[in-house]
């Protein structure tokens, strides 16, 4: 009896043991875990990066969004004709559209002064989840008057950067790439800087009714802005070419 | 009458705490890391996800990173607590040969690796795209029911399986 009690007693100390083992183990698990996970998410929410679209105040009213929506310019402001583009830096058609098509436009109708075009931001923010952090990289590089170079890079290298976690350094080095001042940029990057005015741009096009990328509309003068089907050249040339026509003129005047 | 059976009263108050018990805790904690990582992303709670393989934003912004409204990493949160609540109170005096808490790990971690099974067909098939962390997690689980496999042998009444 009292041998089978000694038993029992080194077999409740053993077992005691192994436990207390154990939670040891699952503390370190528990630290460890806690570090990692702890430093990942604080470190990112140190970071003020304006990554999302934020509250826009007043963006009901159509006139000040209107106000506040904002696109970048090329060309002569005075050009008869208007080519506007709502793009999204990690859209694949977008990259087709400012390597491919915008070139032939530039040279047919932009560097002549028959036309300017303007590039409005449609970050398509469900899909593309650096969209919008892209298209405020540009604008820093705006501030320093950099942005068509900015934005034809990202497009450049869309398939390198698009895929990854976090774009960040990359962009980063793209503003040496098109020479920028790297600590403007990279304060500008880290800010909230052009979170709103891009913002903006995306709610425009929801009243617009544009939700796909890219969207290219013509106007001439102050008229009705035409929406295209599509983004290739011969169909802006088409548009452009019949909106110069002077209008025909009635028989018998 | 079994022994597990007489164990359940609170009899098994000697029984060696069972490792493969302890296998499952450290391995949902593990999980549960993993889980509240991906959870603290789709509340918004941190930046991009770091995604060393893989495409973690194009699953994590994909349709099917979300039951309704619930995000599928806060299931696996939810998940993975339950089973490290199981398996320590498995762990503890008296409970050690619990056939309920058996057959609660093993339904638990089998219905877990169901779910991460349907989820990594998703990825494969479906989105195209993997997530490390969403692979890791389907690894875990799977090594859970694995080590929650003894409890069979705990609930057909066989005994103490380590």
Redesign the interface.
Known sequence: MSSRGEQ?RQ??Q??SS??TK?YW??GA??VV??G??GY??GS??L?A?A??PIDLQGADDVSRLVQLAQGVKKGDPDAPITIVEFGDYQCPGCGAFALSVKPQVDLAYVQPGKANFVFYDLPLV??H??SFLAARAARCAGDQDRFWEYHDNLFRTQAAWS?????TPDFLDYAGVVGLEPDAFETCLNSDRHAEVVTANMRLAEELGLSATPSIMVSRGQGMARRLNGFDFQTIKNTVDGMMEPPATPPGN | MGEAEVLDTGAG?????PVNR?VV??LS??G??VA??LM?HSF?????????IG????VQ?SRWAKVGEVPVSAIGFAGYATLLGLS?AG?Q?GRRSSRGLGLLLLAGSGAGVAFSAWLTYLEAAVIHAWCQWCVTSAILITLIFLAALPEARRIRGGGDAR
């Open positions: 029992r077999a409740r053993k077992g192994e436990l154990f183990i699952l698990v528990a875990g806690v990692v996970v990942s998410v990112d929410a970071s990066a990554t999302e469900s899909i989840a650096h895929t990854k976690s976090d774009p | 108050a000697d029984a060696p705490a302890m805790a450290v904690l593990v549960l890391f509240f990582y603290a918004g709670w941190t930046g991009p996800l770091v995604c060393g495409e973690c934003e194009t912004s320590v762990l005096p």
